[in-house]
DNA sequence: GTGATACGTGCAAACAAGTTGCAATTGAGA
DNA sequence: TCTCAATTGCAACTTGTTTGCACGTATCAC
């Protein structure tokens, strides 16, 4: 991951910062998607200062790079998650108690070519999130 | 439509307004899903009157009937559309001009047995949006 | 139809997530 | 170590959405 992030950062002229390093860490560790507001309650509790403004601005960069992935759940806020280690997959999110699981698995691996017919777009991602109830709220 | 409208109103104490009137209305006319600002500037078009925080809690008001549904596409916003007439279906939005089109296909309608073994929450509900280049943009 | 009343609406203000301008700081190559 | 463009922090801003409150109006009992 590390070595993701130097050579991403390099091939567009870019720098390996401490926050750089540290927002990447913290999403490594998370086992759910992060808000940038979560990122930065998280670096604060290390002892990490790095303005708010640049989360949202390492986010930005780390997408961009193609080492984390943005995640909506209909909560009005982007989530990200690293993609480092983890296939591809989806989410179900608790309308209780707001918790996210991961889901590991994605049906549409083998549907983008009759999406691709049926809409006439290229397809270049998708997101598919689940929403209900977790087993302690139901 | 407005059948439902009625009898969902009234079923919660609630009224038949004007504005709730013509804000579905809107939303039944439109071939996709618009934000609270889209529904203002058709009301304004229209001549029809109704203040920008009327169409916020009308949405609310109808989204909790399940007379329409919410989508989120990336833009860091909220759409809406009609349920009524229409099959449960999904969209695709193109990275170069924004246009949205309707996917009607779900491919998951058989997988929300296997969802709930996998994650053990209770499925109510999904969003399954794709991201692409329309042929103009491609 | 009239009146009483609770629900609905407009306007201003507040919030919340995310973005931008700019001066000061710092990583990376020479 | 020096240079300089990339990065950061802070304040201000923008955009989407919500809230408080006084006034307006749909609905219902009479
Ligand atoms: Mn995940
Ligand atoms: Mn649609
Ligand atoms: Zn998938
Ligand atoms: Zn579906």
Known sequence: MMTNLIAGLRAEGR?????RKAILDVLEKSKYPLSAADVHAR?????????????????????????IAQVELGEGQFRYET??????????RCRGCGRIA???LCPLKKLTALVERETRFTVEEHS???????????
Chains 1, 2 share one sequence.
């Open 102 to 104: 991961d889901l590991m």
């Open 43 to 67: 670096l604060k509790r290390e002892q990490v200062a790095v303005d708010l403004v640049t989360v949202y601005r390492t986010l930005a960069v780390l997408k961009k790079l193609g080492l």
């Open 15 to 19: 720098r390996l910062t401490r926050s």
């Open 128 to 138: 598919l999130e689940f929403f209900g109830w977790c087993p302690k709220c139901r």
């Open 83 to 92: 993609r480092h280690g983890r296939e591809h997959h989806h989410h179900i």
